[in-house]
């Protein structure tokens, strides 16, 4: 099936008519793509007012994987900084992981 627009007109008073019809596929498509291309700005945007609101590091940290995971339908997601210090890389936020794993995770305190 093929969706379609049909567009009808009359002519010379309704005693002729002449119609129209269009092949809406590559509308429908199009249409498609600028609501997942809003949808992915408005999460970014959604990401840059945390950042603007915030600007507390621990407050971004905190709030960031919670978005991230609802509007990327994630079962887990985990925020990572490297410790220069340490040379190593911690975890500073985790939500979804298993216990275990969270275990075997350095944590940022």
Do not use: W
């Not at 291309?37 to 971004?60: C, G, P, R, V």
């Not at 210090?85 to 969270?102: A, H, T």
């Amino acid at each position: 099936m093929i969706p379609v627009e049909i567009v009808t007109t009359g002519i010379g008073g309704g005693e002729v008519g002449a119609s129209i019809v269009r092949d809406m596929t590559e509308h429908i498509r199009t249409e498609t793509e600028l609501k997942e291309a809003y949808n992915h700005l408005s999460f970014l945007n959604k990401i840059y007012q945390i950042y603007m609101t915030e600007m507390d590091i621990d407050s971004i940290i905190k709030d960031t994987p919670h978005l991230l995971q609802n509007e990327l339908a994630l079962d887990s997601i985990a925020i990572y900084l490297y410790d220069d210090i340490q040379k190593e890389i911690i975890i500073c936020n985790s939500v979804g992981m298993e216990d275990e794993l969270r275990k075997k995770t350095t944590y940022f305190t």
